[in-house]
């Protein structure tokens, strides 16, 4: 359970969806923005940013804030994100009235391509990708299914050393928590 405490006027972190897109070889980030409690008159703005794996800005802007917000962020020469080399791109936004914050968001993606190919299989960023999977459920032993994030990350890390590359989840919502470490440590999901 969380409790959050959030400003009238907010960006909706249910309301935001980020991901990348290939197209024609072209890369980009896309977000789609919600705000909640928005003065159309307020002059408020949404100052936005994608940083690569390594830090870099990569694209960035500011964009007047209204409802709904869809921002399309080029990447050129993108660092794909795959199990045996999870780069992740952080974006990041701040909903801001001149030079004071009023609530801000961030996300982690991976750019990656996926396709299933029929009596071929899954390619991976354009290439065929064996799915070597398990089948695990919530709890571990020990705690039930009181998973702690640090329970789930050396779950994964023993998963990985093991040679496993996909991780099937069963019986119950995934936690944010263990989707986030996948990304981090290149587990498909």
């Known amino acids: 359970v969380r409790i959050e405490f959030r400003a009238e006027t907010r960006i ?15 890369w980009s980030v896309n977000a789609d923005l ?23 800005v990569v694209a960035s802007g500011t964009a007047p ?10 990447v050129s020469d993108p660092m794909l994100w795959s199990p045996e080399s999870p780069m992740l791109y952080a974006f990041s936004c701040e909903l801001k009235s001149g030079a004071e914050t009023i609530d801000s968001f961030s996300a982690s993606v991976g ?3 996926v396709e299933w190919i029929p009596n071929e299989g899954m390619y991976l960023n354009g290439k065929p990708y064996r799915i070597k999977g398990i089948c695990c459920h919530q709890d571990h032993g020990g705690v039930g299914a009181a998973v702690t ?8 890390r023993r998963l990985k050393a093991l040679g496993v590359n996909a991780y099937r989840c069963a019986h ?15 587990m498909l999901v």
């Open 111 to 113: 750019l990656r391509t």
């Open 65 to 74: 804030a209204c409802e709904r917000i869809a921002l399309a962020l080029p």
């Open 34 to 56: 919600s705000l909640s409690g928005l003065d159309p008159a307020s002059g408020m703005t949404v100052v936005y940013a994608l940083r690569d794996p390594n830090g870099a």
């Open 149 to 156: 994030p640090a329970i789930m990350e050396y779950r994964i």
């Open 172 to 186: 119950h919502a995934v936690p944010g928590e263990l989707l986030a470490i996948c990304d981090r440590l290149g």
């Open 12 to 26: 909706e972190g249910d309301g935001c969806f980020v991901r990348s897109e290939e197209t024609d070889g072209a």
